[in-house]
């Protein structure tokens, strides 16, 4: 229990105190001191000469990495939230647990509302499977009946620009393809909150555009997005509230303007000394 | 929490189904002959046993490619449909990868489509008993029963060895060996009554062995096994899946770190 200990004393201090007080039903995501390790040393113990060495050796073997510590926030219905961060700083990984992948060693998540995933580029289809077969699969995936994914068929595969390709299978298409049916299909299945992980960053110009008034739009209408982006004019543009994470840690939250600032100003400070000389 | 997973089982139900055709499908992609291999090839392969065996075996079996036949239709659905439910998070991964979702249907799919392969390779069975003209009885129309406990039983295993097999691939490797000594200890292809009486008792703890003699007894020898090997049969059966499920639950949240 020596974990916990260590844990909770350092819980307050992430909470914003200037937040304004949520009333319950508005909260459409609950991330409450949610914590999650890794055991890196048992990652790699897929053959059976590894697993009886750390049988043997115990819990010396053990090498924790905590990919998220204490980590509190509250998302309101129809908000829009940015994560923003170095490689390796957790986004990902809040992600997935937030969406139910992954789950927390300590801490609670409460989701009110359905999530669209799109949370790997390439991944997350089938790729033996078609694109029409694909966008049926997803949608039994989110619960939506055959019928009415039938209706929604030409929408998503318009928004894709992918009409010449119905029957292709996915592993035949190009990433920036994959991207796009992906996020078509999330967007086109009514989810309450949309999980968006660097999805934007493999299209063109022109599908960029498309998808961010599709955002635009759905943020309007009441979805809820979490957004995760190295490209911070376009953080900036989406969001307006922003969570900084470092090494699994909030640094700070609040406006996207200023939190963005911020971080910048860390990235060039954190640039300095790690200069290659020339 | 039994009111809660029984909700996600109802809500994900037509993703169930969705991802049992998807495997259908995927299964005989590409294939002309498609869905009739499952009744031919089990066809093939009786032929081949039954010039092997049965004048080794005449005196004790009289209608050798049956009994050959009906062995290999258990048999093969237990070990190659608790095989395949061992590798379902890895084969699933991508989509497991995506979104939150019942991790034991993936299981479920797989050990229902050997299921439903089975179902196929059935119609080539009753026609070979009718071809090879095995006196049927009015005990056949319960054949689905043991079948009905097989399933279950697939299940169980499989999704016991998957909750070992996720972390430890080098069970997929020990069970495809396990696989063929278990053929060998059970009564497929030869009968029973070679082995000595001493040791018989073993046999008979086998759960494959009972489930077989059951659907022999039924569809083959017309007879109506005792109330006992039923209740032998399903505990069997329930146990496996309770089993399964218990040791599933406990493993199946760290599963995300080894897919």
């Known amino acids: 229990m020596e974990i916990s200990k260590t844990g909770r004393e350092l819980q307050p201090q992430y909470i914003i105190d200037d937040a304004p007080?949520?009333?319950?039903?508005?909260?459409?995501?609950?991330?409450?001191?949610?914590?999650?390790?890794?055991?890196l040393s048992k990652n790699s113990e897929e053959g059976v000469k590894e697993y009886f060495i750390n049988m043997i050796k115990g819990k010396v073997a053990f090498n924790e990495f905590w990919a998220l510590r204490n980590i509190t926030f509250k998302v309101k219905k129809g908000d829009s939230l940015a994560l923003i961060g170095r490689n390796g700083s957790g986004k990902s990984t809040l992600l997935k647990t937030i969406s139910g992948i992954i789950k927390p060693v300590r801490g609670e998540i409460t989701v009110n509302g359905s999530i669209a995933?799109?949370?790997?580029?390439?991944?997350?289809?089938?790729?033996?499977?078609?694109?029409?077969?694909?966008?049926?699969?997803?949608?039994?995936?989110?619960?939506?009946?055959?019928?009415?994914?039938?209706?929604?068929?030409?929408e998503i595969i318009e928004f894709a620009e992918l009409e010449k390709f119905v029957n292709v299978p996915v592993k035949n298409f190009s990433?920036?393809?994959?991207?796009?049916?992906?996020?078509?299909?999330?967007?086109?299945?009514?989810?309450?909150?949309?999980?968006?992980?660097?999805?934007?960053?493999?299209?063109?110009?022109?599908?960029?555009?498309?998808?961010?008034?599709?955002?635009?739009?759905?943020?309007?209408?009441?979805?809820?997005?979490?957004?995760?982006?190295h490209s911070t004019p376009q953080v900036k543009k989406i969001c307006k509230k922003a969570v900084w994470l470092d090494k699994g840690k909030i640094v700070d939250m609040?406006?996207?303007?200023?939190?963005?600032?911020k971080y910048t100003e860390f990235l060039k400070l954190s640039k300095k000394p790690t200069r290659i000389r020339s | 929490m039994f009111k809660k997973s029984l909700n996600d089982f109802m809500n994900y139900f037509?993703?169930?189904?969705?991802?049992?055709?998807?495997?259908?499908?995927?299964?005989?992609?590409?294939?002309?002959?498609?869905?009739?291999?499952?009744?031919?090839?089990?066809?093939?392969?009786?032929?081949?046993m039954s010039i092997v065996f049965s004048t080794a075996f005449k005196r004790s079996i009289p209608y050798y490619p049956v009994y050959w036949f009906s062995g290999n239709l258990i048999f093969n659905f237990v070990t190659t449909g608790s095989q395949m439910a061992m590798n379902s998070m890895v084969t699933n991964a991508s989509l497991l990868k995506k979104m939150?979702?019942?991790?034991?249907?993936?299981?479920?799919?797989?050990?229902?489509?050997?299921?439903?392969?089975?179902?196929?390779?059935?119609?080539?069975?009753?026609?070979?008993?009718?071809?090879?003209?095995?006196?049927?009885?009015?005990?056949?129309?319960?054949f689905f029963v043991p079948l009905i406990d097989v399933y279950l039983f697939t299940l169980g295993l499989g999704m016991f060895l998957c909750a070992y097999g996720t972390f430890l691939r080098d069970l997929e490797y020990l069970y495809t060996i396990a696989r063929r000594m278990w053929m060998y200890l059970t009564p497929i292809f030869y009968p029973i009554d070679i082995i000595p009486t001493q040791f018989r008792f073993l046999w008979e703890l086998n759960p494959i062995y009972i489930y077989l003699s059951i659907f022999r007894d039924l569809t083959m020898n017309g007879i109506m096994p005792s109330e006992r090997t039923f209740i032998i049969a399903t505990l069997y059966s329930v146990i496996t899946l309770i089993l399964g499920i218990v040791t599933f639950k406990e493993k199946e949240d760290r599963f995300f770190l080894y897919i």
Not at chain 1, 21 to 39: A, G, H, L
Not at chain 1, 117 to 134: T, V, W, Y
Not at chain 1, 254 to 259: A, D, H, L, Q, V
Not at chain 2, 19 to 46: C, E, H
């Open chain 2, 14 to 48: 037509p993703f169930l189904i969705e991802v049992i055709k998807r495997d259908f499908k995927k299964k005989y992609y590409k294939s002309i002959l498609g869905v009739a291999w499952s009744m031919l090839s089990p066809l093939l392969l009786m032929v081949v």
């Open chain 1, 117 to 154: 995933p799109l949370i790997e580029i390439n991944g997350g289809f089938d790729r033996s499977l078609s694109a029409k077969e694909n966008i049926f699969l997803s949608g039994a995936m989110h619960g939506h009946t055959k019928k009415y994914m039938k209706r929604r068929f030409d």
């Open chain 1, 175 to 229: 990433s920036g393809m994959v991207s796009r049916l992906g996020f078509a299909i999330a967007t086109c299945v009514n989810a309450d909150i949309i999980i968006a992980d660097e999805v934007l960053a493999v299209g063109d110009a022109k599908f960029k555009q498309k998808c961010e008034n599709r955002i635009a739009e759905m943020l309007k209408g009441g979805t809820t997005i979490l957004f995760v982006s």
């Open chain 1, 254 to 261: 609040g406006e996207t303007g200023e939190i963005c600032d």
């Open chain 2, 100 to 142: 939150r979702m019942p991790k034991y249907f993936f299981c479920i799919s797989t050990v229902t489509l050997q299921f439903i392969m089975v179902l196929f390779s059935l119609v080539t069975y009753f026609a070979v008993e009718l071809i090879f003209g095995v006196p049927i009885t009015f005990n056949i129309i319960f």
């Open chain 1, 21 to 39: 007080e949520v009333k319950d039903d508005d909260v459409c995501i609950d991330v409450n001191d949610v914590s999650v390790m890794f055991n």
